[in-house]
């Protein structure tokens, strides 16, 4: 897997990040979003989904696993598991509506238990590196299935 990391200084330079990322997304595509709490996963998600075009305010899900947005030429998912110990005592078709064509998915929280996400083609992962500063990895997941000679 091929991983670049970024150091961002403020949560708008994460938002351009998201938004960087977002311009290489295809329909169906998931991005799991690793991090601490407050280590920005919202945030990135946040400008990605503004350059995909969602116009809506992106809040973290609370009473829900997750919110859809419209979007120029897609749905935008954004998933928070937080609360899902294991996913895979969960209905199997929890995901479903959120995942798959016809839209784009940022997960945060992703379980590893999570089927269904096996086939996310980037994994974020944000950490705190004092005040307002972050490390920021992004590995390509796309490129491993590649390797491995599946499609
Ligand atoms: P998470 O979803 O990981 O819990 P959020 O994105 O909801 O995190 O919150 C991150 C908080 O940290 C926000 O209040 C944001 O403004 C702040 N912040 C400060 N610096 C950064 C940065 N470099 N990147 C992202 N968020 C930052
Ligand atoms: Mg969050």
Do not use: N
Not at 134 to 148: F, K, N, Q, S
Request: charged share 30%.
């Amino acid at each position: 897997m091929s991983v670049s990391v970024v150091e961002t200084k403020d949560p708008r330079e994460t938002e351009a990040l998201g938004a960087e990322l977002a311009a290489g997304l295809k329909d169906g595509d998931v991005v799991l979003v690793r991090g601490e709490l407050g280590s920005g996963k919202t945030t990135f998600v946040r400008g990605a989904a503004r350059a995909l075009g969602v116009t809506d305010p992106i809040t973290s899900p609370t009473f829900s696993i997750g919110h859809r947005y419209r979007a120029t030429d897609t749905t935008v998912s954004h998933l928070d598991l937080y609360r899902l110990v294991d996913l895979e005592h969960e209905d199997p078709g929890l995901l479903a509506d959120y995942l798959g064509s016809g839209r784009i998915a940022f997960v945060e929280w992703p379980q590893d238990a999570a089927g269904e996400l096996s086939s996310a083609c980037l994994r974020v992962t944000l950490s705190h590196l004092g005040g307002d500063r972050r490390h920021i990895e992004v590995g390509d997941l796309r490129e491993d299935a590649a390797e491995d000679g599946r499609p």
